[in-house]
């Protein structure tokens, strides 16, 4: 019955956003009044590869560019700075950002206003613009608890991981002892990250993470067999030592942003608050649907209760290539 949930989960998950994966690095659109009425403003425009994400700010019809804007390419996103004059300035203006309906990500932006107050709000497909009023800092929290959130419910290849543990786990206890070990786990590595004492590059990162979703498929077909090995049986270790990994995935959403100092400890305990939230809320509907189907007393056919651990293993494979070819191609090779 849990395999036949959790195939029907993966339905779900895969229709909604085929091609997500990992890949929901928000874009960060930064406006700083340096003196009444100009501000200068820093465009990060996330990028996958050579491939830049299709979306730009739309500014208020009453600013105007006061020089060149000045473009630079790094890891993961393109920079865009210029300076703007905006007639009787930000306050009650909207700015909007083109194209992000169409695009599975989110954007952050941040206005530094002169008199020092500051506002921060968050855009997505669903809501893709933002009247300039000055929020309060109970509005910038919610922004890094929604980020964290959506950050985990759109990385499909961190559910994906989770999805194997719930085919791997046979009881409630060590469930919840394997999820706890997970949640420590990429906490850890999400606080190294963020707070700048250690990084891991995005191309051999993505890699590992999906080699520890193929990991997990022959792990599960070799709980159907009713075997055994380590993983089967302390699989909060396995948990943990791939958790690791993930945490950096994690911090990608924070990192990518590159957020003012004062702010960080904020941000790192909000979006992380935000991510177990999705998390758990995640594996309590995955329980929530197997103890109705079990009710119900609902008979799969038998390949239909073989797809989910094969879908886990296939789906790790083909990421794992790819991502692979993908790092091999960068380096050269």
């Known amino acids: 019955m849990k395999r036949s949930v959790i195939w029907l989960i993966l339905l779900v998950l895969f229709s909604a956003s085929p091609a997500v994966a990992h890949e929901s690095r928000p874009g960060y659109l930064e406006f700083t009044e340096i003196s009444p009425h100009r501000y200068d403003i820093l465009w990060k425009q996330p990028a996958r590869g050579e491939m830049i994400l299709k979306m730009d700010p739309v500014l ?8 060149r804007k000045r473009k630079e390419m790094t890891p993961g996103a ?4 210029a300076t703007v004059d905006c007639e009787g300035g930000l306050r009650g203006k909207t700015v909007r950002i083109a194209g992000l309906e169409a695009i599975l990500t989110d954007v952050m932006v941040r206005v530094y206003h002169e008199d020092g107050s500051e506002e921060t709000h968050l855009l997505r497909s669903t809501s893709t613009s933002v009247t300039i009023s000055g929020s309060s800092a109970g509005e910038r929290a919610a922004s890094y608890l929604r980020l964290g959130i959506q950050h985990i419910l759109m990385g499909v290849d961190h559910l994906l991981f989770v999805l194997g543990l719930l085919l791997i786990v046979q009881n409630r206890w060590m469930l919840l002892k394997t999820i706890t070990s997970f949640t420590l786990a990429h906490s850890i ?7 700048g004492y250690a990084s891991a590059p995005l191309p051999p990162l993505n890699a590992a993470i999906a080699l520890s979703i193929l990991f997990l498929g022959p792990e599960i077909v070799r709980t159907w067999r009713g075997e055994t090995s380590f993983t089967i049986r302390h699989p909060w270790i396995v948990a943990f030592a791939f958790g690791l990994l993930h945490g950096f995935g994690f911090a990608t959403g924070l990192t990518a942003m590159g957020l003012p100092g004062k702010e960080i400890p904020l941000a790192l305990l909000l979006f992380n608050v935000g991510v177990e939230l999705g998390q758990i809320g995640f594996v309590i509907l995955v329980l929530l649907l197997e103890r109705s189907f079990r ?12 797809l989910p651990g094969y879908t886990v293993g296939t789906l790790g494979a083909f990421w794992t290539i790819q991502r692979t070819a993908i ?3 960068m380096l050269g090779w």
């Not at 208020?60 to 020089?67: D, I, K, L, N, V």
């Not at 393109?78 to 700075?81: E, K, S, Y």
């Not at 590595?189 to 707070?195: G, P, S, Y």
């Not at 009710?295 to 056919?301: D, G, Y």
Request: with cysteine; aromatic share 6%.
């Open 189 to 195: 590595t999400l606080a190294i990250a963020t707070l």
């Open 327 to 329: 790092l091999l191609g």
């Open 78 to 81: 393109l920079m865009t700075r």
């Open 295 to 306: 009710n119900l007393e609902i008979l799969w056919p038998r390949w239909v209760q073989a």
């Open 60 to 67: 208020p019809e009453s600013c105007t560019q006061a020089g």
